[in-house]
């Protein structure tokens, strides 16, 4: 069997420690050092690895010592979203693998920088939109592309949370362009934008409406509605808040000609199929009629979902990131390409940009022009 893949975690906060407990809990992975530039961070996180239970991984304060460890191979970027690129291209330059936090960066310049270093580097490289591993998820794009829902005309994305005015209050990046890179379309709603350009394909243009109307002492809004036209014609609306008290779940519905289903908290809540009912049709009686009642055939597209229990990392709550994990290290042992790349984080980032022109400028903004912008 092949050794653990060594991992310097870069970035010690909350989602750090989500890293760190996932990478110590894989068989395929070890926290090979903890790296922030507030050592007490890391030292507590190492901390808490050992009463966990893991091995206590070596501390420093210095990125530059962690990437000259023999026994890193690989870092998960942690650090606030406007350092991402940064670091990211540093550890790229080492020759080592990179993971990275959603989002990609917060500006198209800077995600076009951890592309090029990508490219010259050759090693893997991947962004966490752990939802894309959900077995929802999978069902629903497999579907997709089958072709089973037929022709998806649209779509609907809410990510409808609740962020008091403490936790902005809580570090002076949260709220800010330069570090947070936008409010709950960026920071919250990332992933959900990434689903919806998974399940529906290439964006073309983006018309939205910002607005900060819950939160003070922040530059960016907390609430997002907006229109996303794609390239086969599907129309999206996308709406994101931090304003929806006490805070609801993220839902995505994804709708076809000939089926439809819809994701809520990460469930599969509604699939129907034309396709799926003429099969079971024909065989319970022998006829290719549909019946005149829809089912719910959730259960006859969705895969067993297996959950390791009992311990950090290895819990319901991160799951996604360990099947992000374990697709990363997949594609680092056999040189496959991980399942979310640098060119699909940069479209959803892109995608935000555009949501952000468009309330700025009240116009229309075609996403290609801004990926134009930042070859």
Known sequence: MSAPIGFAVVGC????????????????????????????????????????????PPVTASLAAALARGDVDAAAVCVPSGLHADVSVAVLESGRHLVVEKPIDVSLAAAARIARAAEEAGTV???ISQHRFDPASVAVHEAVTAGRLGRVTSGVATVPWWRSQEY???????????????????????????????FLGRPVDVTAHTALLAHERIEVEDTVAAVVRFESG??????????????????????????????????????HSRELARSVAAGDAGAGAVPDEPEDQSAAVLRPDEEPTGGPGTSGMFAGHRRQYEDVV??????????????????????????????????????????????
């Open 13 to 56: 906060g909350v989602i750090g420690r989500v890293h760190a407990e996932v990478l110590a809990a894989l068989p395929d992975t070890a926290v090979a050092v903890l790296v922030d530039t507030d050592l007490a961070a890391a030292e507590k996180l190492a901390a808490h690895l050992g009463s966990a239970g893991f091995p206590v």
């Open 125 to 127: 490289a991947s962004v």
């Open 168 to 198: 902005y209050d809580s570090g002076a990046w949260r709220g800010t362009w330069e570090l947070d890179g936008g409010g709950a379309v960026m920071n919250q709603g990332v992933h959900t934008v990434d689903l919806l350009l998974w």
């Open 234 to 271: 599907a129309l999206a609306t996308l709406h994101a808040t931090t304003a929806a008290y006490p805070g609801l779940t993220v839902r995505i519905q994804v709708m076809g000609d000939r089926g439809s289903a819809v994701i809520d908290d990460d469930e599969l809540v509604w699939f």
């Open 330 to 375: 997949a594609a680092i042992r056999t040189g496959a390409a991980p399942g979310v790349t640098v060119a699909d984080a940069t479209l959803a980032l892109a995608t935000v940009h555009a949501v952000y022109a468009s309330a700025r400028t009240g116009a229309t903004v075609t996403v290609a022009d801004l990926l134009d912008e930042h070859p």
